[in-house]
């Protein structure tokens, strides 16, 4: 993991503002919170709400919604802001689309999200698991909108159309962050390599397309908007953008908080480019008000 104090372009704690009030989040509890555990459980299934230490948990799972993250826990890349364990995986689970079909089926989701670790180990990096989790889905609760959140299968064309030629609802892809922070927040990954993913679901498939942003790992305003004016360059159909938290101290740190005015110009500049929607917010994250988001 990257160590904070090599980063001399990011803000110390010493440094930064305090934690302003507009992150604090409620501790998950509740009846809801509970049910969606135990079901996540009994099926022996992952989410990116814990994995990555989202801090809208208790918010989403209250209300009964959740991002099933498939392909594992363990991501075979080592991203310099993500809470994922990153390593070598060992095993393939290949009745894991099924169970992710039953629990959709059991909640009566009319809107669910599906993500994935990064299987760079694998040939297809887990495009057909992919595939076969849509297929489930829709053969077991056939009214649900699926939204897929997917990797860059390393640009593995065929691999993506696996995906593709799904159709899910929605087709989101992560951006991440400006070009110049790469090499720090995603060493293993391309902004261009993502940029032509994103073009090739629209213009090939026609699919739905998404990405989303951290703010505040040290990018300029002016680089952020340029991010926005080349996902509108691919057709990005809906963008989300939020703030950064650094989940353990062996992360990078947060530069700044980006205060709320920031985001809110974020959105206004998004829709006026041409964006369909744009959810830009300190607490936002690719899957924070999905269904909405869809509709």
């Known amino acids: 993991m990257i ?23 409620k501790i998950p509890m509740g009846e809801g919170y509970s049910r969606l555990k135990a079901l996540v459980d009994a099926h022996k299934l992952h989410t990116v709400c814990e994995e990555a230490r ?26 310099g ?22 629990m959709v089926k059991i909640m009566n989701l009319r809107h669910t999200v599906i993500t994935s670790v ?18 489930e889905i829709r053969k077991q609760c056939p009214t649900t909108k699926v939204e897929v959140l997917i990797p860059d299968f390393q640009g593995d064309a065929e691999a993506m159309d696996m995906v593709f030629r ?14 110049r922070l790469y090499r720090l927040a995603r060493p293993q990954a391309k902004y261009q390599r993502s940029l032509d993913l994103l073009r090739r679901a629209k213009e090939i498939f026609n699919l739905v397309t998404k990405s ?23 057709q990005c159909d809906i963008l989300s953008i939020g703030q950064y938290l650094q989940p353990t101290k062996a992360h990078l740190p ?27 917010g300190p607490l936002v994250r690719s899957s924070y008000h999905a269904e909405e988001q869809a509709k």
């Open 81 to 102: 802001f993500c809470a994922v364990k990153t390593g070598r995986p060992t095993e393939l689970d290949l009745a894991e689309p099924k169970r992710v079909g039953e």
């Open 166 to 179: 799904e159709r899910p609802d929605i087709m989101n892809h992560n951006i991440e962050t400006v070009p």
């Open 212 to 234: 989303g942003l951290m703010v505040g790992l040290g990018e300029t305003e002016d680089e952020v908007i340029a991010v926005m004016k080349d996902l509108r360059a691919v």
């Open 118 to 135: 990064n299987r760079d180990e694998l040939l297809d990096g887990g495009a057909s698991i992919w595939a076969e989790t849509i297929r």
């Open 54 to 79: 989202c801090p809208n948990i208790a918010e989403c799972w209250a209300a009964g919604t959740a991002t099933i993250m498939i392909l594992g826990d363990v991501c075979t890349r080592s991203c």
């Open 3 to 25: 160590k904070p104090d090599s980063l001399n372009i990011l803000a110390t704690p010493e440094t930064r503002a305090p934690r302003p009030d507009w992150l604090r989040v």
């Open 254 to 280: 947060i530069a700044r908080y980006v205060p709320l005015e920031e985001f809110a110009m974020y959105k206004r500049v998004g829709l006026e480019m041409g964006f369909r929607h744009v959810e830009s």
